[in-house]
């Protein structure tokens, strides 16, 4: 079984995985990443140094110091070295996002599927790639709070490569939207229908679904899981509460249901969860 993620048969079944690739022209990196299915989850790529050169034949373009790339899942990867320079060296996040995170994942410009904010100003740069070195430090790092602080970093990763995008910053969101978020943060174990969370805000239920949508690049109730999963996550590690007792606290009456939902957002059961951390 290959253990290094940064060389051809490394099985990307964990939810991030960080690391730096130094490729440089004849060393043992220097080969060309090919999956031609691409991956389960999203990846970020960061060159730091050099030039790489993605995709061939008409759909290849190519990227030097500065350029941010973000792989969606299933898009092939198919890059390596730029054949005219002698390395390449980009930092990469490899992760599994969670449903909120989805408005922070569509960037402005896309080439041939693959996100792209090129030219990155040194400041800036400054300011990304220590989060990189973080979260792959943080990933492999024995505090008991390593998944979560990987992840809390990630979080800051991505949303200042969403603050980079072009008329991101004059985008406000919708006040009806951040009063029905915050209605449900103040209820997340109670049941509500839609038609209550719109009359909070009085509109039909269909035009908040569609706006919450808009907003939010994600539905209602995929917003509402997420969130009560965070909070199952910490009651998880914070107290010796059963499972089935955190799933009532957080508002899901079938623990099963809970489970897979669980399941589904963290990559694991709340069981292995607990486990991995205590
Ligand atoms: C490494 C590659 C890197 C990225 C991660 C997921 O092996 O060097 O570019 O694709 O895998």
Not at 133 to 152: C, F, M, T
Not at 160 to 182: F, S, W
């Amino acid at each position: 079984m290959q253990t290094d993620p940064l060389k051809p048969g490394y099985n990307f079944d964990a939810h991030l995985v960080a690391g730096l690739t130094s490729i440089i022209e004849g060393n043992d990196l220097d080969f060309i990443i090919d999956r031609p299915s691409g991956m389960k989850g999203y990846i970020l790529n960061l060159t730091i140094k050099g030039e790489g050169r993605i995709f061939s034949g008409d759909k290849a373009f190519d990227v030097k110091e500065g350029d941010l790339l973000l792989f969606p899942p299933g898009i092939a990867h198919y890059y390596r070295r730029h054949p005219n320079c002698s390395n390449w060296f980009h930092r990469w996040v490899y992760f599994r996002p969670r449903a909120f995170w989805s408005d922070w994942l569509q960037w402005h410009d896309n080439k041939n599927g693959v996100f792209m904010t090129p030219s990155l100003d040194d400041d800036v740069i400054s300011g990304l790639e220590p989060l990189f070195i973080d979260i792959e430090h943080s990933a492999k790092s024995d505090n008991p709070y390593h998944g979560d602080l990987a992840l809390n970093l990630l979080e800051q990763l991505l949303i200042r490569c969403k603050t980079l995008q072009p008329g991101v910053m004059g985008r406000r969101i919708d006040p009806r939207i951040l009063e029905v978020i915050h209605y449900m943060s103040q209820n997340l174990s109670r049941d509500f229908s839609n038609d209550e969370l719109a009359a909070t805000v009085c509109i039909s239920s269909s035009r908040l679904g569609h706006l919450f949508r808009a907003e939010m690049g994600m539905t209602i109730t995929q917003w509402r899981d997420d969130q009560r999963i965070s909070r199952a996550k910490q009651l998880l590690v914070t107290t010796n509460h059963s499972i089935n007792k955190i799933s009532r606290i957080i508002g899901y009456s079938d623990p099963l249901y809970f489970s897979r939902v669980f399941k589904r957002i963290a990559g694991v059961s709340p069981k292995n969860y607990r486990d991995q951390i205590t």
